[in-house]
């Protein structure tokens, strides 16, 4: 990528459009899902149960890969107010018109979804199904994004990528060079990913930041709609607001502080997300505040 127009000189930096893998399943969603999918094909399970909240990713990609491989879906969603509204809700709505089946509960109800009774619970309610958890971590999604790095992109010194579970960035550290830095983004407040991180790889060439989470998950400002529209006029690449914008936003903003060393190569990872900018504007539209374009 030219990096001219944004005035960096004596750097390359190269993005990964996994955005680009599937026309719905985008990303690292892709990577994350493709061996659960096949796991649950080969034990014979008809049926897949995951997690999420409003404008999730994960749910959306569930959904729409469900959908082309011919299994039923169950969403459990967070906050029960929701199930009023999802005709005005864009990615419950496309999950929905996918085949998924939505259950909305409260969000209290939803802190035990990792809990053995909550499941066995959602298995007398469902019958026997394909568990994921939300988000999509789990050993085999893990797998599946060490595929994101092949062997000629050793050369690169960086490795940046969005993280929020963790899984995407656990598996990117394992297959990479303990030469190359993995830096991680925090979509959200904290850097906990680490030890979700360390139960996969015991690799210790990564690093996590939060700095550029804005507030916490799913929040943004002006600052960040204007870089991103910027971003896209200038490279005619669309970001999210919730991961891959703060990433950029972040990576361009540690070249301004001179953080990388000089005429360092950066590999950035474009993990998609694209379907939550329409919910983002709904909400932006509400506060009069510019969208995303």
């Known amino acids: 990528m030219d990096l001219s127009p944004f005035n960096f000189l004596g750097y390359s930096l190269f993005i ?9 399943v985008s990303g690292n969603k892709f990577r994350k899902l493709k061996y659960n999918f096949l796991e649950a094909q080969e034990k014979n399970h008809k049926t897949l149960l995951t997690f ?34 999802i005709s005005e809700n864009p990615t419950l709505s496309f999950a929905k018109d996918c085949g998924m089946q939505l259950h909305f509960i409260s969000r209290e109800a939803y802190r035990a979804k990792d809990e053995a009774e909550f499941i066995h619970d959602l298995k007398m309610q469902f019958g026997d199904f394909y568990l994921l958890p939300e988000g999509g971590t789990n050993a085999l999604a893990v797998k599946g994004c060490e595929e994101i ?14 993280v929020g579970t963790g899984g995407t960035m656990a598996g990117l550290v394992k297959a990479s060079n ?8 925090s979509a959200l407040k904290g850097t906990f990913q680490s030890s979700e991180i360390t139960k996969y790889t015991s690799k210790t060439n990564f690093e996590i930041t939060d700095a550029y989470c804005f507030g916490g998950y799913g929040k943004i400002d002006l600052d960040l709609i204007r870089f991103i529209n910027e971003f896209k006029r200038k490279t005619k690449i669309p970001l999210d607001p919730v991961y891959t914008g703060k990433m950029m936003y972040g990576i361009f903003d540690l070249l301004k502080k001179g953080h990388f060393k000089e005429n360092s190569r950066i590999f950035a990872i474009h993990t998609g997300g694209l379907q939550g900018i329409a919910g983002m504007n709904q909400k932006l539209k509400k506060k009069n505040l510019p969208i995303i374009e």
């Open 16 to 24: 990964k459009r996994e955005d680009l893998l599937h026309p719905y």
């Open 52 to 85: 999420g909240g409003a404008f999730s990713n994960h749910i959306a990609a569930v959904a729409a890969a469900g959908k082309e491989c011919g299994l039923k879906t169950i969403g459990i969603i967070r906050g029960e107010e929701l199930e009023k509204k």
């Open 149 to 162: 790095l092949y062997e000629k992109e050793n050369i690169f010194d960086y490795i940046c990528v969005p």
């Open 178 to 185: 303990e030469k190359q830095k993995v830096l991680g983004f």
